[in-house]
């Protein structure tokens, strides 16, 4: 831990951004590049949140920042103090709890608004800087000098400033509200007229930045209780006796309190989030749809065109039982690559056959959907119709070869504005799935492969490749090709880390319908859609 002077600045490449004060109110305050207060909202006061951006009620209260979640209009978050009687203190802490930096003014005269520290943009990359820059006019002053109008009057009273814990253990907890929300939830209930991939984001992204604020706690309070308990053994008057007990106890009472407030609030929100999940299930397409939805139970299933297929569930590791859809944009971007051991018990022919139908289904017409499953050992029962299957190396070279020169043809018909006169099975819109990488592939069908993945996306072709991991075969475009894929499992596990608040999820696969009825349901939806000349694309 560094303690910062006025002045100095430090790099800050941690997702989250959180700061907690001592013995003070928090406010905070938005500025664009040209160091004004931003035009909308530039304000974070108690009942008044920006995306990205939450204050915490604590005590003690902080500010919290997912630097990747700032609008980009933002270029400076201020950290303020207000409603302070001495010097109060700002802990700079980082992701896994940490703190990173401390500011503290060198002293006070006479100020009301002290301006702790700035988190900013620079050539791209964040950074924070101490100021301890005094207002004697208060929250006023300080609004005339970035620009901002002054805070409104009529917003809801902070609450008071914290009180120093008794020694030995006066530190602060890291508490940060995992979402923006204008009301009392610190969840922020998704609107209901958004589309649901949108809906199914900003769910994830609720789940993941309250989970990480569960985790970001925890992480704070065991190192501090690891503190207190190394200063209580380094000091002498403290090493044994009554008032060493007492110092002992007041240490892990702090610890249970802190985790027990952490896992109170995560509790809370994930009921929230579960209750807007199941409102949503009921309103996703099929193709989004779990195969025990209402979307599936009536008699007749309709279907719509949705760009979006559900690959599976995710749920957090520090919650296994909260499960929400995992979501994929079609055609894949990037491509999926669905990783096993190469035993039979892991084949991932159901994951396969599960995704065709999803795609099939969130199509606007039929797509063309191919299979390379050299020697027929995947199981693939219940593909959609008119998918083509290549048992064989020859065959699959030939699918491969027409891949690459259906991509050709497809970008010089957009190249000209002509997609409109391709004929159906030559337009944007295809599935191409490979199973059991390596597998026999020469090199140039491998070649072949490595240009659909490059350039298939970006025309219209989705990819999903299952295999093992090539790397210690020496096969180095093979192991580029899984790199730059997103890998999944056919079976729950899995290493996926999110891109909002750092967190870890254990992913279960959509291995298709259970219910056979459901099953036979499925596969009549998919026969209707293919020869109904009244749906879409029929």
């Excluded at 923006?180 to 900003?202: I, Y």
């Excluded at 056919?490 to 750092?502: I, K, Q, R, V, Y």
Aim: glycine share 10%; proline share 12%; net charge negative.
């Amino acid at each position: 831990m560094t303690a910062l002077r006025s002045g100095e600045n430090r790099p800050w490449p941690h997702l989250r951004f959180t700061a907690y004060l001592d013995g003070a109110r928090v406010a905070g305050l938005l500025l664009g590049a040209d160091g004004r207060a931003v035009t909308a909202r530039p304000w974070l006061l108690p009942g008044v949140a920006v995306p990205g951006v939450d204050l915490l009620p604590g005590p003690p209260a902080g500010l919290s920042a997912v630097v990747g979640s700032i609008p980009a209009e933002v270029a400076t978050v201020l950290v303020i103090a207000t409603g302070f009687s001495s010097a109060p203190t700002a802990h700079l802490v980082a992701d896994d709890g940490a703190v990173v930096a401390t500011v503290t003014p060198a002293s006070l005269a006479g100020e009301t608004a002290l301006v702790m520290a700035q988190l900013y943009r620079r050539d791209g990359a964040w950074k924070v800087r101490a100021l301890a820059q005094g207002y004697r006019g208060g929250l006023a002053e300080l609004s005339s000098v970035y620009g901002a109008p002054a805070p409104d009057a009529s917003a809801p009273p902070p609450p008071p400033p914290t009180t120093a814990a008794p020694a030995p253990i006066p530190t602060p907890s890291p508490t940060p509200s995992p979402a923006p929300s204008a009301g009392p939830a610190p969840v922020s209930a998704v609107p209901p007229d958004l589309d649901p991939v949108r809906q199914v984001s900003m769910i994830l992204d609720d789940a993941s930045r309250t989970t990480a604020s569960r985790e970001s706690t925890e992480r704070f309070a065991r190192e501090q209780l690891e503190r207190d308990l190394e200063r209580i053994v380094g000091d002498p008057a403290l090493r044994v006796g009554p008032a060493a007990d007492a110092a002992r106890a007041a240490a892990q009472q702090q610890h249970d309190r802190l985790v027990g407030q952490a896992r109170d609030r995560h509790a809370t929100d994930l009921a929230q989030l579960t209750r807007e999940l199941d409102d949503l299930e009921r309103r996703l397409p099929a193709s989004l749809a779990g195969w025990d939805s209402p979307a599936w139970s009536g008699g007749v299933v309709e279907t719509e065109p949705a760009w979006a297929v559900r690959v599976g569930e995710l749920a957090p590791v520090a919650n296994p039982a909260f499960r929400l859809p995992m979501v994929r944009t079609v055609p894949f971007t990037p491509p999926l690559w669905i990783e096993f051991d190469g035993h039979r018990t892991t084949a991932p022919g159901a994951m396969l056959v599960s995704l065709a139908i999803r795609v099939a289904l969130a199509s606007p017409r039929p797509p063309h959907i191919s299979v390379i499953d050299v020697g027929g050992r995947t199981p693939l029962t219940g593909l959609p119709a008119r998918t083509t299957v290549a048992t064989d190396a020859a065959t699959a070279a030939a699918v491969l070869e027409e891949h690459v020169q259906h991509l050709g043809l497809v970008d010089m018909a957009r190249g000209s504005g002509g997609l409109e006169h391709l004929p159906p099975d030559q337009r944007p819109g295809r599935l191409l799935i490979l199973t059991d990488l390596p597998g026999v592939l020469d090199e140039s069908s491998v070649a072949r492969l490595h240009q659909v993945l490059l350039q298939g996306p970006g025309l219209g072709t989705g990819l999903v490749l299952a295999g093992r991991d090539p790397a210690p075969l020496g096969l180095p475009v093979l192991d580029a090709m899984r790199q730059s894929c997103l890998r999944i499992t056919p079976t729950p596990g899995g290493d996926l880390t999110d891109g909002f608040g750092g967190v870890d999820w254990i992913f279960h696969p959509d291995l298709g319908p259970a219910d056979p009825d459901t099953a036979t349901r499925v596969q009549s939806t998919l026969a209707a859609r293919t020869t109904d000349p009244g749906r879409p694309g029929g």
